[in-house]
């Protein structure tokens, strides 16, 4: 049975203490003041898309419901160089609060309210290059070592978009009907676990698909504090279990559902760890969305940073940039091999974020190739498929020779591995320059008078090779790599 007469003192204290933990956030609200667009315009977007204003927030282990409502005199906003964020902290009439384990029983012990720090928010973001705008419920409150260090402010400084330095706890974020979407464990500012997501319906913008992380799994209870009164007069608080959240520690996501997100903040995914990663500009112009975790963005965005210093390459992603050619989205798919690109759905995906760095310059290629051969290399799933992948390598190949890398003999056959080394070197006449249609088809004395097409069968007849019974398509010339010779200007 719930109890209505929550005391107003002890909620006016408590939302006090809110206000003056927002008050260096971002733009704060008095109740004096009207609201800036940017809160008028996150207040009208809440109420078309909430009827009556309140949420339901109904726990899954205690038969309680409570109505929400933000309170628009405590809303604040920030933004940074992706999002224009508007948030506002939520009341109801019984206020919900989320602490660990530790901080109720330190609470039980001490009775010190101090101990019960949490926030719940209502977030509303705008994405400033889509101009969408989408919502979110976001509670965070702090672990029991850092509370003690930081006891009277301990969520200072503390937002959707920027976090305090030092901030060890839990952020969770859950759709606007109250279900689960997913959360962030902190240490000294750094996430180190992610509680994974889970499908949800009826929200603003459709589900958030399921991730699922290979690593140690987790579990605490958390708990629910609330004011007891006797006669009308507070008596004291009363803690118990509200929920049960487990999460996966060290580990890297499986999203090889339908187009699965990770809990950083890709694909449409509210959660945002706070100083995360960006896919750089380069990356943008190829790729257009993004379900990777942090490590993966940074690991993608300096591959392609360091290819990007390569002439070759460089010429390949201008050409796909000035065409509006792209991957449609870039993820994780533990169960394939290192890397694929599908040239239907055009997709790109790793099976883990270790193997982005080997995988993702033939990904890239085969872009390209998919976007210069009229048609796309969908077409070369058996006749011609060891055309296309054997020009990637050689793309791969000749691009090491010319920086003078260590290389890997990607395009090498088992019998001639040594003459492809020659043949590579002698084509690019010793690693100076992309070769023409003559060099590669030319034939060498030193190279047993082999030219690309010798080359190629030996690659595609290796033991064990994908490759072997699928028909070599002898009208299917390298046009790509020939592209960049005659238009790149590498020399």
């Known amino acids: 049975m719930r109890k209505k007469n929550v005391s107003k003192a002890f909620l006016l204290i408590l939302l006090a203490g809110i206000v003056y933990a927002c008050m260096e956030e971002g733009e704060f609200l008095s109740s004096k003041r009207s609201l800036p667009p940017e809160v008028s315009a996150a207040q009208k977007w809440y109420e078309d898309q909430v009827a009556g204003g309140y949420l339901e927030w109904k726990s899954v282990s205690i038969d309680e419901t409570n109505m929400l409502k933000p309170d628009w005199r405590t809303a604040f906003w920030n933004e940074d160089e992706n999002y224009k964020v508007t948030e506002v902290h939520l009341v109801g009439d019984e206020q919900f609060l989320f602490i660990t384990s530790e901080c109720a029983d330190k609470f039980q012990e001490t009775g010190d309210m101090r101990y019960k720090a949490s926030d719940t928010r209502l977030v509303v973001r705008t994405n400033k290059k889509t ?48 279900e689960f979407m997913n959360g962030w464990s902190y240490k000294a500012g750094v996430p180190y676990a992610i509680y994974p997501a889970k499908e949800a319906t009826n929200t603003s913008n459709g589900p958030l698909k399921s991730d699922y992380y290979f690593c140690d799994y987790v579990c605490e209870t958390y708990y629910s504090c609330r004011p007891i009164y006797y006669g009308g007069d507070y008596m004291y ?24 997100t990770s809990g950083g903040g890709g694909g449409g995914n509210p959660g945002n760890p706070g100083n995360q990663p960006s896919p750089s500009d ?16 940074e690991k993608l965005n300096e591959i392609l940073e360091e290819m990007l210093d390569q002439c070759g390459y460089e010429y390949v992603h201008n050409f796909l940039k000035e065409g509006g050619f792209s991957f449609s989205n870039a993820r994780y798919s533990p169960n394939s091999t290192e ?3 599908n040239p239907i759905t055009k997709e790109l995906t790793f099976k883990n974020s270790s193997s982005i760095n080997s995988s993702f310059p033939e990904e890239f290629i085969h872009l390209y190739q998919d976007s210069y051969y009229a048609g796309g290399i969908a077409q070369y799933t058996n006749t011609g498929c060891p055309n296309i992948e054997f020009e990637a390598k050689v793309m791969q190949d000749i691009a090491c020779i010319i920086r003078n890398g260590a290389c890997d003999k990607l395009g090498a056959g088992k019998k001639y591995p040594i003459k492809y080394m020659e043949w590579l070197f002698e084509i690019t006449h010793n ?59 590498c020399k």
């Open 282 to 297: 380069d990356a943008e112009d190829i790729i257009d969305d993004f379900d990777l975790d942090n490590t993966g963005i």
């Open 339 to 341: 890397g694929g690109f």
């Open 431 to 489: 690693g100076q320059t992309y070769p023409d249609y003559s060099d590669i088809m030319g034939l060498y004395p030193q190279c047993n008078y082999m030219n690309y097409w010798d080359f190629l069968e030996d690659f595609k007849n290796i033991p064990n090779s994908p490759y072997k019974d699928m028909p070599t398509d002898k009208d299917l010339i390298p046009g790509a790599l020939f592209n960049i010779s005659i238009n790149s200007g």
């Open 131 to 178: 101009k969408e705008t989408d919502g979110f419920i976001m509670i965070m409150y702090p672990k029991l070592d850092y509370l003690e260090k930081n006891i009277d402010q301990p969520l200072r400084d503390m937002s959707y978009l920027y976090r305090n330095s030092a901030f060890s706890g839990v952020i969770y974020y859950h759709y606007l009907n109250g």
């Open 237 to 260: 608080d009363y803690c118990e279990p509200y929920n049960q959240y487990c999460w996966y520690e060290n580990c890297y996501p499986d999203t090889s559902g339908d187009g699965g």
